[in-house]
């Protein structure tokens, strides 16, 4: 498969727990994001990385949230302290370095913090 | 930042019509605007998209158009099909400094028999 992954799939965790999520980008691109989506909704930015350097973050992005590419390849996403509100499915998407790079997006982790 | 409107937010069309989903924009130098099709429990797939110097593109039954001076976009879905019922999103993307897509709210499609 030569698409987006991320790894797990669904993610059940008690509220004050911390998990971290991962994402695995077609790997010709270099540019990787992190979406947020609730039921209902549509995907929220919450961050993204150019290679490894994280170029923009959300103030979605709370400081119990953290995320790196270290190798400019697979990125985590980790968060600290979970809370109920963080129930999401949280959506990986890679695109190339173009400015209107196409973005293909990753099956997704469901988080549920109870 | 960037704020996408999207309307209806349901919409439900006999097999064989046509169904057009609306977006309005409000940043101007947003560039590029791609439709994502999201069946339940899965991604968003990729099914359309249009670049700020053209004005209309249509691949098969799907068609986008975009009115850069009124800032909105419409996605056209000809001789609909029960395999087109998802939640269609739009979204807008502005290159060169806040390369992020912003999405609208989504649209539900029922195509009925």
């Known amino acids: 498969d030569t698409g987006v992954s991320q790894d797990p799939r669904h993610k059940i965790t008690k509220r004050g727990q911390n998990v971290t999520f991962r994402c695995d980008p077609i790997s010709e691109h270099n540019r990787l994001y992190w979406y947020r989506q609730t039921l209902g909704q549509?995907?929220?930015f919450l961050t993204y990385f150019q290679?490894?350097?994280?170029?923009e973050k959300s103030r979605l992005l709370s400081d119990r949230f953290s995320a790196e590419r270290p190798k400019g390849s697979f990125s985590t996403l980790e968060i600290q302290r979970t809370e109920q509100g963080d129930s999401a499915m949280y959506l990986c998407a890679s695109s190339l370095l173009r400015d209107w790079g196409e973005q293909f997006f990753g099956p997704g982790t469901r988080l549920t913090v109870l | 930042g960037e704020n996408v409107e999207?309307?209806?937010?349901t919409l439900s069309v006999q097999e064989g019509d046509s169904a057009v989903i609306k977006c309005t924009y409000s940043d101007s130098?947003?560039?590029y605007f791609p439709w994502y099709k999201q069946e339940l429990g899965k991604r968003p797939q990729l099914?359309?998209?249009i670049r700020s110097n053209v004005g209309e593109k249509k691949d098969q039954r799907i068609a986008v158009t975009l009115n850069?001076?009124?800032?909105?976009?419409s996605l056209h879905i000809t001789e609909t099909q029960p395999e087109d019922s998802a939640v269609y999103?739009?979204?807008?993307f502005k290159g060169g400094g806040g390369n992020k897509l912003t999405f609208g709210t989504g649209t539900q499609l029922k195509v009925e028999l």
């Open chain 1, 51 to 55: 290679n490894e350097a994280q170029l």
């Open chain 2, 29 to 31: 130098a947003s560039n």
């Open chain 2, 89 to 92: 999103f739009c979204a807008a």
């Open chain 2, 6 to 9: 999207q309307h209806p937010s």
């Open chain 1, 42 to 44: 549509g995907p929220e």
């Open chain 2, 47 to 49: 099914i359309i998209d």
């Open chain 2, 68 to 73: 850069k001076t009124a800032k909105h976009f």
